[in-house]
């Protein structure tokens, strides 16, 4: 079993800042591409941050210059610092990986709970 566990979401004035963490725990033998996504009410889920093994990054054109990915493969944990909040970025914010359970093992992709996001005009 993986689990990906966020925390850090809440309620902020616009113009504020949050920082969401993810832990991936279980049984992992290594984890590629891990990434941030978020769901609003009523909107499609859709791609906010991703960051490879290596660190290199990817934004979507809302977020670039805000908010800023990273991650520590030693705890197997991404964070995703988010800066200059706007209203419209109030959402769900659910981490994912990539990841193999052994050597050789199928890629297989696990998502965490969500964690809610609110930010107040």
């Known amino acids: 079993q993986v689990q990906l566990v966020e925390s850090g979401g809440g309620l902020v004035q616009a113009g504020g800042s949050l920082r969401l963490s993810c832990a991936a725990s279980?049984?992992?033998?290594?984890?590629?591409?891990m990434g941030w996504y978020r769901q609003a009410p009523g909107k499609q889920r859709e791609l906010v941050a991703l960051i490879t093994t290596g660190g290199d990054t990817n934004y979507a054109d809302s977020v670039k210059g805000r908010f800023t990915i990273s991650r520590d493969n030693a705890k197997n944990t991404v964070y995703l610092q988010m800066n200059s909040l706007k209203p419209e970025d109030t959402a769900v914010y659910y981490c994912?990986?990539?990841?193999?359970?052994?050597?050789?093992?199928?890629?297989?992709?696990?998502w965490g709970q969500g964690t809610q996001v609110t930010v107040s005009s």
């Open positions: 994912n990986a990539d990841l193999r359970r052994r050597y050789g093992g199928s890629l297989f992709t696990s």
């Open positions: 279980g049984i992992i033998f290594s984890i590629n591409l």
